[in-house]
Structure formats: C-alpha cells, structure tokens
C-alpha cells in the first residue's frame, strides 16, 4: 500500500510539473520612467536608449478619456493616472508598445505597473470609455485590433453598472470625449 502512494505521488509530481513547464511564461516588457502625465490618456517619458535621449509621448490604447476642459472630470482622469502610476516620486512602469504613433506622433501603449493593466484599471474605476482604436490606421472602430478588447470592455461595464466616475448617476458625463472635442473645435 505504501509502496502504490508514493507511485501515486510521484505520477502527479511529473504531471503537474510538466504542466507548469508547458505553460508560456509572462511577456517581458520594456520598463520607462513616466516623466509626467499630459492628461488621462496620455503620458510623457524619456527615451534614454536614443542618443541624445528623446522625449516621447504615449496615448493609452483602448481608452478614450475626458478632455482636461471637460470639467471635471478630464481633470479628474489624469489625476487617476497619476496616481495609478506613482507620480509625483520617480515611478517605472512597464510599457507594450502597439502599432505605428498616431498623427501627434504618440505611440500606442498599455502600461503596467505590478502586473496591473492601467488602462484597464481607468475604465474600472470610471475614468474613460472604451475606445476600440486601430492602431494602425489611427482610427476608431468597433471592431479595433485591440488584444485586450474583451478585458478593457469589461472594465468599463463593470464601471457603468457600479456607478463609478463618470457614470455616477448624480453627476454623470453628459458628453463622450470625442463628441466633446468635435464640438470644440
């Protein structure tokens, strides 16, 4: 009988051990130094394996945030990010990069910061609409090539359906960012 356990034992060891060894390990990403946050979708950071280094600017994938003069609360999303990504203390984040920049020359990013999915966490807590963006046509669309499609939509229902930011129902926002910043210029 003692002899049939540890045979037993040792026959789910291997498995289990040739399970985890089978399983992909976590993607690697490149680590930035977010200098600043441009508004709630957008952020800043030197590039330092240029030569002299680079200012570059990001635009997080898969969100569509308020304005900053969309009262208030555009405001109110860069201060999430902000806090979201540790800021004002020098704060790394992990950054995957995603398409061709936009027409502002920002690249298309998710950032991470212990293993949290920022832009996702922004819908979550009712900061920004999804926005499905093709990153490489640099326009909106339902469709969008956006890998984490089915994650960030969820985040924001999740926020809808709580009430969070900008779908409280005692101060909800009236105006989408897009028809605000159409309506502005």
Same mark, same amino acid.
């Given at each position: 009988?003692?002899?049939?356990?540890? &045979?037993?034992?040792?026959?789910r060891?291997?498995?289990?051990?040739?399970?985890?060894?089978?399983?992909? /390990?976590p993607? *690697?990403?490149?680590?930035?130094?977010?200098?600043?946050?441009?508004?709630?979708?957008?952020? #800043?950071?030197?590039?330092? /394996?240029?030569?002299?280094?680079?200012?570059?600017?990001?635009?997080?994938?898969?969100?569509?945030?308020p304005?900053?003069?969309?009262?208030?609360?555009? *405001?109110?999303?860069?201060? &999430?990010? #902000?806090?979201?990504?540790?800021?004002?203390?020098?704060?790394?984040? /992990?950054?995957?990069?995603?398409?061709?920049?936009?027409?502002?020359?920002?690249?298309?990013?998710?950032?991470w910061?212990?293993?949290?999915?920022?832009?996702?966490?922004l819908?979550?807590?009712?900061?920004?609409?999804?926005?499905?963006?093709?990153?490489?046509?640099?326009?909106?669309?339902?469709?969008?090539?956006? *890998?984490?499609?089915? &994650? %960030? %939509? &969820?985040?924001?229902?999740?926020?809808?359906?709580?009430?969070?930011g900008?779908?409280?129902?005692?101060q909800?926002?009236?105006?989408?960012?897009? #028809?605000?910043?159409?309506? #502005?210029?």
């Amino acid at each position: 009988m003692l002899n049939f356990h540890w &045979r037993q034992l040792l026959v789910r060891a291997s498995g289990l051990f040739l399970l985890t060894s089978c399983q992909a /390990s976590p993607p *690697k990403y490149s680590t930035i130094q977010i200098s600043r946050v441009i508004s709630g979708q957008s952020v #800043e950071w030197i590039d330092k /394996s240029q030569q002299p280094p680079v200012m570059r600017q990001g635009r997080l994938m898969g969100i569509d945030a308020p304005d900053l003069a969309q009262d208030p609360w555009g *405001k109110q999303a860069k201060q &999430r990010l #902000e806090e979201l990504i540790g800021l004002p203390s020098k704060s790394t984040v /992990s950054v995957e990069f995603e398409g061709e920049p936009d027409q502002y020359g920002r690249q298309f990013v998710y950032l991470w910061k212990e293993d949290r999915l920022l832009n996702e966490q922004l819908l979550k807590d009712g900061y920004a609409l999804a926005s499905m963006r093709n990153a490489s046509a640099s326009s909106t669309s339902a469709a969008g090539s956006n *890998k984490y499609r089915e &994650r %960030l %939509l &969820r985040g924001s229902q999740y926020a809808r359906l709580m009430g969070e930011g900008i779908w409280n129902p005692q101060q909800p926002m009236r105006m989408s960012p897009a #028809e605000f910043r159409k309506e #502005e210029r």
